[in-house]
């Protein structure tokens, strides 16, 4: 039977990112920040190039399909780099010491 969790127990609030420089990072933690960046530019490139598109501001259709196709295959190749790291962390965790 799982614990039972007292009824005043509060998750504190997530506090917001401040304007302080950001603490030293690891050398993972550096290497995804900069790929979670970059998906996301592929991703705000692609939603720009389809509003130009839409609204006649001279985007033409070839350029539109290239800047999505770019924008789901960054994201397929990072949801893949994210499952292939979270099996190797599993299997880590399996280990037996």
Known sequence: MAPILPANLSIPPVAAPS????APQGAFQSAFADAVAKVESFQQNAATSVERFLSGEGEELHQVAIAAQQA???????LQMRNKIVSAYQQVMQMQV
Do not use: H, V
Request: glycine share 0%.
């Open 19 to 22: 304007a302080a420089p950001p």
């Open 72 to 78: 789901e295959l960054s994201f397929q190749l990072f």
